[in-house]
């Protein structure tokens, strides 16, 4: 090969690669989805990856701040920031029997949940979303790191702790009770899976990129699903503590056909989850379409 072709040969290897930030949590399940892309194991098109992890609240406020092209969201803190975002088809988690527990030490009734001090995972989680329309009244709230909200409830510095992830499988055996199922609640009123968190990408993102990156966050998903113990050294590092049987529960809970597509159910629960909380005047009327088209 001529020295000319060679160097057009690199000048073109360069313009077709793109390297974009990507946020998301050390929890299993994002692990599980995200690892065939970020280490090369699926066909990336191209893409390449500047990987930030964090917990779900910080990457909600990276977003809020613009420092990620794509980032996990709780749907909560999307709905403030759909003029910047748009929600991929794939990644997201939703499903049946997964949402937050309202949790606590004591014996409390419903009607009382209104006085308790409660400790949330952040402002804008899903979960925090799904506790005010659940109860409405609660105002005695404090965001604490997800996994320092069993503590607070146990040594009495909290009546009450919204859990989430993996802590829904372990709370009893520390001797917590379920003061109520957020999820369950959800799914009572509107016959829907619930959604708690999704993939999204800036707007500013070229369309063909924004698509590239749902197919390849697809196979990533697929991969993922199709070979789970290829994944398992990447899960395992970040889950150091988590006891293995815990972790692929955690995995086979949030990782389902709605994470590979939304599909038209999904679709359904996403926007009935913006609309009811536009209707509670929870969060402010959306003026674009949520989703990649």
């Known amino acids: 090969m001529a020295d000319g072709e060679f160097f057009r ?3 073109i290897h360069d313009i077709c690669k793109m390297k974009l930030t990507l946020g998301f949590s050390p929890c299993p399940n994002d692990t599980f989805i995200f690892d065939a892309m970020v280490h090369g194991k699926i066909d990336t098109e191209g893409l390449e990856f500047e990987v930030i992890m964090e917990d779900v ?5 990276m977003a809020f701040d613009g420092e990620t092209a794509i980032t996990k969201l709780s749907y909560h803190a999307y709905a403030y920031l759909t003029d910047r975002y748009v929600l991929l088809d794939s990644g997201s988690a939703l499903g049946n029997n997964c949402g937050p527990l309202l949790i606590s030490k004591k014996d409390f009734t419903l009607e009382e949940v209104d006085d308790l001090s409660i400790a949330i995972p952040g402002k804008y989680t899903t979960a925090n979303f799904l ?4 109860f409405p009244n609660a105002r005695k709230k ?3 790191l997800f996994s320092d909200i069993e503590a607070s409830v146990l040594d009495g510095r909290k009546d009450a702790g919204l859990i989430i992830h993996e802590n829904r499988f372990t709370y009893e055996e520390k001797g917590l009770k379920k003061i109520r199922d957020l999820g369950e609640f959800w799914e009572t009123a509107t016959q829907l899976p619930i959604p708690l968190g999704g993939i999204v990408v800036r707007r500013d993102i070229a369309l063909d990129v ?3 990156v ?9 991969f ?3 070979n789970p113990l290829a994944t398992r050294y990447f899960v395992r590092q970040y889950a150091q503590e988590m006891d293995e049987e815990v972790m692929y529960q955690h995995i086979g809970l949030y990782v389902n056909d709605y994470t590979v597509s939304l599909g038209s ?10 609309d009811t909380a536009v209707e509670k005047g929870i969060i402010p009327a959306v003026e674009v379409n949520l989703f990649l088209g």
């Open 210 to 212: 924004q698509q590239k």
């Open 57 to 61: 609240e910080a990457l909600n406020q």
């Open 131 to 134: 506790l005010s329309l659940a």
């Open 214 to 222: 749902n197919r390849v966050l697809r196979r990533s998903v697929e």
């Open 224 to 226: 993922a699903l199709a």
């Open 265 to 274: 159910t999904g679709r359904k629960a996403v926007q009935k989850l913006f």
């Open 9 to 11: 040969m690199l000048i």
């Open 142 to 144: 404090e965001e604490l």
